[in-house]
């Protein structure tokens, strides 16, 4: 079969994204224990259900005292109490009097200041000296000052994190609303392709897209179904597609460029997807497409492994960060400066993969291209930190140039 192709309306990455994430709504609110949340968004607001802390409390180790009693120091108080965390305080202060008190007790009557033990001479077990002047109020915790009852402490949309997760804990929800993940499915496609289980053979392929794929996937918390290799005819791909239709979103590698074996696009239309947009200004990556059908997105990726990576790291990833009811969408970005020229053709977004390197004196991390920049060589995504982005208008970037970069999965550790 010979396929026919109409010469492509090419997007900006910036309008391809806006066209994929136009289509999309959060997935379905579901409740899910707190255990399994991280990394999830909140379906929900969600409010504090007491008072934090619920008295006013020590934020030291030290003594509760009248700031008026140490106003002028040095000056020796009696000690009358022992207050701990989870103590109710029995006596009130009295002109004269302290009491020594542990970080998190409850303030006794009559305090308004703490002072902390660094700061205080102890004499006996009943006297110590306060040999500094101490501000009233220092060191104290009020009632309500971390949260109050009917407060809004987390907002729907927000990322799970880890501190999101003890803020949970905090106001006690054992179960928590968060949108539901979405369902992938991957598929390559290509008859020159060995799947990882194949017996050896040299002369072919391995299929490093399902992998890689998967990986990016799962870096998201979610779990994806490999659907495996689809054979270059239309009947295979079609066969192995409708499967994919199942899911909430389809990934193919391969097979979506220009070649008379390229057969996903006209096969997926076939089969009744709507197809969005094919190209886009960028390098590498340029023949992505995406289509839908009913609530499912098609992803067609390139086949060169750095090609179909990078297509996700721009496309795929904040489409399923958005079907996750996620408000930040993309890979954080920070200005680099680039170790090495760096060539781009005119008209398209460069990708280049580099690592990052820190000059204790600069202001900058230094991005240094990998040996290969071959949209083939998928150990050029294996070292790399970072997407640096050369703009589409530069036509490549001198040594030491400032440009932004997009961090990949890992690169927050040094
Ligand atoms: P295609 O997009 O099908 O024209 O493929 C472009 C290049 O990517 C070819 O060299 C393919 O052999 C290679 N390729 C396609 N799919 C995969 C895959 N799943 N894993 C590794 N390389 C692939
Ligand atoms: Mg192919």
């Known amino acids: 079969m010979k ?29 899910i224990p707190l255990s399994q949340t991280l990394g999830r968004a909140l379906a929900e607001d969600v409010r504090a259900n007491r008072d934090l802390p619920p008295y006013n409390t020590s934020a030291m180790d030290g003594y509760a005292a009248r700031a008026a009693d140490i106003a002028a120091p040095p000056q020796i108080l009696n000690v009358i109490e022992d207050i701990k965390a989870g103590d109710t305080p029995r006596l009130a202060l009295q002109p004269g009097q302290c009491a020594r008190i542990m970080t998190g007790a409850p303030l006794p009557q009559g305090a308004d200041t703490v002072i902390r033990v660094e700061d205080t001479r102890p004499l006996d077990e009943t006297h110590v000296e306060f040999p500094i002047p101490v501000k009233q109020g220092t060191d104290i915790r009020l ?72 990986a990016q996937t799962q870096s998201l918390g979610i779990e994806p179904a490999l659907l495996g290799i689809a054979r270059d005819t239309p009947n295979a791909l079609a066969t192995l597609l409708k499967r994919g239709l199942g899911y909430d979103v389809l990934l193919i590698s391969g097979g979506t460029s220009v070649g008379v074996h390229d057969h996903v696009r006209p096969t997926l239309a076939t089969i009744s997807v709507e197809m969005h947009f094919w190209c886009v200004k960028m390098r590498p990556g340029h023949p ?64 280049i993969r580099a690592t990052l390197s820190r000059d204790a004196s600069e202001g900058y991390y230094q991005a240094t291209p990998t040996a290969s920049q071959s949209s083939g060589n998928i150990r050029s995504m294996a070292s790399a930190d970072v997407l640096a982005i050369v703009p589409n208008d530069s036509g490549g970037l001198t040594a030491e140039s400032i440009t932004q970069a997009q961090l990949l999965e890992g690169a927050a550790f040094q």
């Open 143 to 214: 009632q309500g000052e971390a949260m109050r009852t009917g407060d809004v402490v987390l907002n729907v949309g927000e990322e799970i994190t880890p501190g999101t997760v003890g803020t949970l804990a905090t106001v006690k929800h054992a179960t928590v609303k968060v949108f539901r993940k979405p369902r992938v499915a991957i598929l390559s496609n290509g008859d020159e392709l060995e799947a990882l289980d194949d017996p050896f053979n040299p002369q072919k392929i391995p299929d490093a897209n399902s992998y890689a794929l998967m």
């Open 3 to 31: 396929n026919t192709h109409t010469a492509p309306s090419e997007l900006s990455v910036q309008d391809a994204q806006a066209c994929i994430l136009g289509k999309i709504r959060p997935l379905a609110p579901e409740e």
């Open 288 to 351: 992505v497409a995406f289509g839908t059908i009913g609530n499912t997105l098609v992803f067609c990726l390139p086949g060169n492994p750095v090609s179909s990576m990078v297509c996700f790291e721009q496309f795929v990833l904040p489409a399923l960060r958005a079907l996750m009811g996620h408000r930040r969408l993309l890979r954080r970005t920070l200005p680099v400066r680039l170790t090495q020229a760096v060539k781009s053709k005119q008209g398209r977004v460069e990708f």
